[in-house]
T-cell receptor, first 109, second 114 residues
Framework: DAKTTQPNSMESNEEEPVHLPCNHS???????IHWYRQLPSQGPEYVIHGLTSNVNNRMASLAIAEDRKSSTLILHRATLRDAAVYYC??????????FGQGTTLQVKP | NAGVTQTPKFQVLKTGQSMTLQCAQDMNHEYMSWYRQDPGMGLRLIHYSVGAGITDQGEVPNGYNVSRSTTEDFPLRLLSAAPSQTSVYFCASNIDRGGFTEAFFGQGTRLTVV
Protein backbone atom coordinates (compact mmCIF):
# COMPACT_ATOMS: atom_id res chain seq x y z
CA ASP A 1 0.00 0.00 0.00
CA ALA A 2 1.33 3.43 -0.94
CA LYS A 3 2.13 5.64 2.04
CA THR A 4 1.20 9.23 2.81
CA THR A 5 3.01 11.88 4.86
CA GLN A 6 1.17 14.61 6.75
CA PRO A 7 2.22 17.20 9.33
CA ASN A 8 1.42 16.11 12.87
CA SER A 9 -0.52 19.25 13.73
CA MET A 10 -1.74 22.56 12.35
CA GLU A 11 -3.48 25.59 13.78
CA SER A 12 -6.02 27.90 12.23
CA ASN A 13 -8.14 30.85 13.25
CA GLU A 14 -11.89 30.56 13.05
CA GLU A 15 -13.44 31.66 9.74
CA GLU A 16 -10.09 31.60 7.95
CA PRO A 17 -9.18 29.11 5.21
CA VAL A 18 -7.12 26.06 6.11
CA HIS A 19 -4.84 24.15 3.76
CA LEU A 20 -3.93 20.66 4.96
CA PRO A 21 -1.08 19.13 2.92
CA CYS A 22 -0.40 15.49 2.13
CA ASN A 23 2.56 13.96 0.30
CA HIS A 24 2.17 10.65 -1.51
CA SER A 25 5.20 10.32 -3.74
CA UNK A 26 4.72 6.55 -4.33
CA UNK A 27 1.14 6.87 -5.55
CA UNK A 28 0.23 4.62 -8.46
CA UNK A 29 -1.81 5.69 -11.45
CA UNK A 30 -5.03 4.10 -10.21
CA UNK A 31 -4.85 5.11 -6.53
CA UNK A 32 -7.65 7.38 -5.39
CA ILE A 33 -6.77 9.99 -2.77
CA HIS A 34 -9.17 9.87 0.16
CA TRP A 35 -9.58 12.25 3.06
CA TYR A 36 -11.31 11.32 6.27
CA ARG A 37 -11.63 13.21 9.52
CA GLN A 38 -12.17 12.11 13.08
CA LEU A 39 -13.95 14.42 15.47
CA PRO A 40 -13.20 14.01 19.19
CA SER A 41 -14.59 10.78 20.64
CA GLN A 42 -16.08 9.68 17.32
CA GLY A 43 -15.25 7.30 14.54
CA PRO A 44 -13.76 8.72 11.33
CA GLU A 45 -16.02 10.12 8.64
CA TYR A 46 -15.53 10.54 4.92
CA VAL A 47 -14.67 14.05 3.70
CA ILE A 48 -13.71 13.92 0.03
CA HIS A 49 -11.86 11.90 -2.58
CA GLY A 50 -10.22 12.48 -5.95
CA LEU A 51 -8.12 10.86 -8.66
CA THR A 52 -6.61 13.53 -10.91
CA SER A 53 -8.81 16.61 -11.01
CA ASN A 54 -9.57 19.05 -8.21
CA VAL A 55 -12.81 18.26 -6.41
CA ASN A 56 -15.31 20.28 -4.42
CA ASN A 57 -18.13 19.20 -2.13
CA ARG A 58 -20.13 20.79 0.64
CA MET A 59 -17.48 19.99 3.25
CA ALA A 60 -14.21 20.84 1.53
CA SER A 61 -12.14 21.09 -1.63
CA LEU A 62 -9.35 18.80 -2.74
CA ALA A 63 -6.50 20.16 -4.82
CA ILE A 64 -4.33 17.52 -6.49
CA ALA A 65 -0.89 18.29 -7.89
CA GLU A 66 -0.36 17.65 -11.60
CA ASP A 67 2.11 14.84 -10.89
CA ARG A 68 -0.27 13.48 -8.21
CA LYS A 69 2.55 13.21 -5.69
CA SER A 70 0.83 15.58 -3.30
CA SER A 71 -2.60 16.92 -2.50
CA THR A 72 -4.16 19.58 -0.29
CA LEU A 73 -7.43 19.51 1.58
CA ILE A 74 -8.94 22.97 1.75
CA LEU A 75 -11.47 24.06 4.34
CA HIS A 76 -12.66 27.41 3.05
CA ARG A 77 -13.79 28.86 6.37
CA ALA A 78 -12.73 26.88 9.42
CA THR A 79 -15.20 26.66 12.29
CA LEU A 80 -14.66 25.35 15.79
CA ARG A 81 -16.51 22.20 14.73
CA ASP A 82 -13.78 21.49 12.18
CA ALA A 83 -11.26 20.78 14.94
CA ALA A 84 -10.40 17.15 14.28
CA VAL A 85 -7.74 14.74 13.07
CA TYR A 86 -7.61 14.71 9.27
CA TYR A 87 -6.34 11.61 7.50
CA CYS A 88 -5.07 11.42 3.93
CA UNK A 89 -5.33 7.84 2.64
CA UNK A 90 -4.50 5.95 -0.54
CA UNK A 91 -6.59 2.83 -0.80
CA UNK A 92 -4.87 -0.50 -1.42
CA UNK A 93 -6.93 -3.62 -1.99
CA UNK A 94 -10.70 -3.20 -2.40
CA UNK A 95 -12.31 -2.27 0.88
CA UNK A 96 -8.96 -1.90 2.68
CA UNK A 97 -8.18 1.52 4.12
CA UNK A 98 -4.90 2.05 5.96
CA PHE A 99 -4.87 5.12 8.20
CA GLY A 100 -1.67 6.96 9.06
CA GLN A 101 -1.15 9.36 11.96
CA GLY A 102 -3.09 12.18 10.37
CA THR A 103 -2.96 15.91 11.06
CA THR A 104 -4.53 17.29 14.21
CA LEU A 105 -6.21 20.57 13.33
CA GLN A 106 -6.74 23.08 16.11
CA VAL A 107 -9.11 25.95 15.39
CA LYS A 108 -8.80 29.06 17.53
CA PRO A 109 -11.78 31.33 18.15
CA ASN B 1 -31.15 3.17 8.99
CA ALA B 2 -28.89 2.47 11.96
CA GLY B 3 -25.70 2.33 9.87
CA VAL B 4 -22.92 0.53 11.77
CA THR B 5 -23.78 -0.62 15.28
CA GLN B 6 -21.14 -1.74 17.76
CA THR B 7 -21.79 -3.41 21.09
CA PRO B 8 -20.84 -3.03 23.83
CA LYS B 9 -19.77 0.63 24.08
CA PHE B 10 -17.59 0.00 27.11
CA GLN B 11 -16.01 -3.17 28.50
CA VAL B 12 -13.54 -4.06 31.22
CA LEU B 13 -11.85 -7.44 31.03
CA LYS B 14 -9.39 -9.26 33.23
CA THR B 15 -6.19 -10.53 31.69
CA GLY B 16 -6.78 -13.92 30.11
CA GLN B 17 -10.53 -13.51 29.64
CA SER B 18 -12.10 -13.86 26.23
CA MET B 19 -14.85 -11.82 24.67
CA THR B 20 -16.48 -10.92 21.38
CA LEU B 21 -17.03 -7.40 20.14
CA GLN B 22 -20.12 -7.23 17.98
CA CYS B 23 -20.52 -5.24 14.79
CA ALA B 24 -23.56 -5.09 12.57
CA GLN B 25 -24.36 -3.02 9.48
CA ASP B 26 -27.67 -2.57 7.70
CA MET B 27 -26.39 -1.02 4.46
CA ASN B 28 -25.72 -4.30 2.64
CA HIS B 29 -22.07 -3.36 2.20
CA GLU B 30 -19.70 -5.99 0.93
CA TYR B 31 -16.66 -4.89 2.92
CA MET B 32 -16.22 -4.62 6.67
CA SER B 33 -13.18 -3.86 8.82
CA TRP B 34 -11.99 -3.71 12.40
CA TYR B 35 -9.55 -1.09 13.66
CA ARG B 36 -7.99 -0.29 16.98
CA GLN B 37 -6.96 3.15 18.13
CA ASP B 38 -4.57 3.62 21.02
CA PRO B 39 -4.46 6.99 22.84
CA GLY B 40 -3.03 9.75 20.67
CA MET B 41 -2.52 7.42 17.73
CA GLY B 42 -4.11 6.82 14.37
CA LEU B 43 -6.29 3.83 13.53
CA ARG B 44 -4.62 0.51 12.80
CA LEU B 45 -6.34 -2.15 10.74
CA ILE B 46 -6.80 -5.49 12.56
CA HIS B 47 -8.80 -7.62 10.11
CA TYR B 48 -11.07 -6.95 7.21
CA SER B 49 -13.58 -8.86 5.13
CA VAL B 50 -14.39 -8.60 1.43
CA GLY B 51 -17.60 -10.56 1.70
CA ALA B 52 -19.40 -13.27 3.63
CA GLY B 53 -16.98 -16.12 4.33
CA ILE B 54 -13.87 -14.16 3.27
CA THR B 55 -11.55 -12.42 5.72
CA ASP B 56 -7.97 -11.20 5.61
CA GLN B 57 -5.40 -9.87 8.04
CA GLY B 58 -4.62 -6.22 8.44
CA GLU B 59 -1.68 -4.51 10.11
CA VAL B 60 -2.07 -5.86 13.66
CA PRO B 61 -3.98 -9.18 13.55
CA ASN B 62 -2.25 -11.06 16.38
CA GLY B 63 -4.49 -11.87 19.34
CA TYR B 64 -7.72 -11.38 17.37
CA ASN B 65 -9.97 -13.68 15.36
CA VAL B 66 -12.79 -12.79 13.01
CA SER B 67 -15.37 -14.58 10.92
CA ARG B 68 -18.06 -13.36 8.58
CA SER B 69 -20.96 -15.75 8.23
CA THR B 70 -23.43 -13.09 7.03
CA THR B 71 -23.16 -9.82 5.12
CA GLU B 72 -24.51 -7.91 8.11
CA ASP B 73 -22.30 -9.13 10.97
CA PHE B 74 -18.55 -9.07 11.56
CA PRO B 75 -17.65 -10.02 15.15
CA LEU B 76 -14.15 -9.59 16.56
CA ARG B 77 -12.97 -12.15 19.10
CA LEU B 78 -10.28 -11.68 21.70
CA LEU B 79 -9.22 -15.17 22.73
CA SER B 80 -7.09 -14.28 25.76
CA ALA B 81 -7.13 -10.59 26.60
CA ALA B 82 -3.88 -8.82 27.44
CA PRO B 83 -3.31 -5.30 28.83
CA SER B 84 -1.72 -4.38 25.47
CA GLN B 85 -5.16 -4.81 23.91
CA THR B 86 -6.55 -1.90 25.90
CA SER B 87 -7.77 0.41 23.17
CA VAL B 88 -10.78 1.84 21.39
CA TYR B 89 -12.07 -0.51 18.71
CA PHE B 90 -13.86 0.75 15.64
CA CYS B 91 -15.81 -1.31 13.16
CA ALA B 92 -16.35 0.01 9.64
CA SER B 93 -18.52 -0.92 6.74
CA ASN B 94 -17.18 0.05 3.31
CA ILE B 95 -18.62 0.52 -0.11
CA ASP B 96 -16.19 0.35 -3.02
CA ARG B 97 -17.07 2.33 -6.11
CA GLY B 98 -14.47 1.54 -8.76
CA GLY B 99 -11.38 2.53 -6.76
CA PHE B 100 -13.03 4.96 -4.37
CA THR B 101 -13.91 3.63 -0.93
CA GLU B 102 -16.43 5.27 1.37
CA ALA B 103 -16.29 3.87 4.88
CA PHE B 104 -18.90 4.25 7.57
CA PHE B 105 -17.74 3.80 11.15
CA GLY B 106 -19.45 2.72 14.33
CA GLN B 107 -19.20 4.73 17.53
CA GLY B 108 -16.48 2.51 18.94
CA THR B 109 -16.00 0.11 21.83
CA ARG B 110 -13.72 1.29 24.61
CA LEU B 111 -11.97 -1.79 26.01
CA THR B 112 -9.86 -1.85 29.14
CA VAL B 113 -7.88 -4.97 30.10
CA VAL B 114 -6.70 -5.07 33.69
Amino acid sequence: DAKTTQPNSMESNEEEPVHLPCNHSTISGTDYIHWYRQLPSQGPEYVIHGLTSNVNNRMASLAIAEDRKSSTLILHRATLRDAAVYYCILKGKPGKLIFGQGTTLQVKP
Amino acid sequence: NAGVTQTPKFQVLKTGQSMTLQCAQDMNHEYMSWYRQDPGMGLRLIHYSVGAGITDQGEVPNGYNVSRSTTEDFPLRLLSAAPSQTSVYFCASNIDRGGFTEAFFGQGTRLTVV
